[in-house]
T-cell receptor, first 114, second 112 residues
């Protein structure tokens, strides 16, 4: 069974801090994704990656960056955290197959910026 | 703009009632369609998917969905809900390079 592991379930940080969210998948998936989930807004794609060192902007990349140095690991970075980045962050992975493969999700990191 | 629309964000119903959640999308061309479910405190998991073939697809836990191409719709149904179906349900459309676009979700509460 696919396992997507996010490093923290809950995280509290201060405004202006640099924040790292880590995600690891164990199924050799090519694609990895970062979303944020807010009530009433559904899931919005921040960034995704279809290969090591490759990344593409999603719908809301402002204020975020990502890193993918190894196939199994995809990191989301908040360069200078702000209160409007308080949210639930979800990581997902999938096989690369022209959209024919479902995404598998981690448990999420609930991030609070004070 | 291209989008995925889910209406009636909050749905409250009694056990044994029937459930139907609407999903409409505005993407052209070939699309792959998904419904995901998020039970309280759990991660999103796949409920069912449609890629091609029979437009009526069956998923886990007695759910089914019907793809109607002419209406750009992929509605989710369950004939008789249980308390354990209390969850948030998301419709998603795969478009280009493995990206998914999600609807805003339906929060479903089943009263025992």
């Amino acid at each position: 069974d696919v396992k997507v592991t996010q490093s923290s379930r809950y995280l509290v940080k201060r405004t202006g801090e640099k924040v790292f969210l880590e995600c690891v998948q164990d199924m050799d998936h090519e694609n990895m994704f970062w979303y944020r989930q807010d009530p009433g807004l559904g899931l919005r794609l921040i960034y995704f990656s279809y290969d090591v060192k490759m990344k593409e902007k999603g719908d809301i990349p402002e204020g975020y960056s990502v890193s993918r140095e190894k196939k199994e690991r995809f990191s989301l970075i908040l360069e200078s955290a702000s209160t409007n980045q308080t949210s639930m962050y979800l990581c997902a992975s999938s096989l690369y197959d022209r959209g024919n493969q479902p995404q598998h999700f981690g448990d999420g990191t609930r991030l609070s910026i004070l | 703009a291209q989008s995925v629309s889910q209406h009636n964000h909050h749905v409250i119903l009694s056990e044994a009632a029937s459930l139907e959640l609407g999903c409409n999308y505005s993407y052209g061309g070939t699309v792959n369609l998904f419904w995901y479910v998020q039970y309280p405190g759990q991660h999103l998991q796949l409920l069912l998917k449609y890629f091609s073939g029979d437009p009526l697809v069956k998923g886990i836990k007695g759910f089914e969905a019907e793809f109607i191409k002419s209406k750009f719709s992929f509605n989710l149904r369950k004939p008789s809900v249980q308390w354990s179906d209390t969850a948030e349900y998301f419709c998603a459309v795969a478009h280009g390079n493995n990206r998914l676009a999600f609807g805003k979700g339906n929060q479903v509460v089943v009263i025992p």
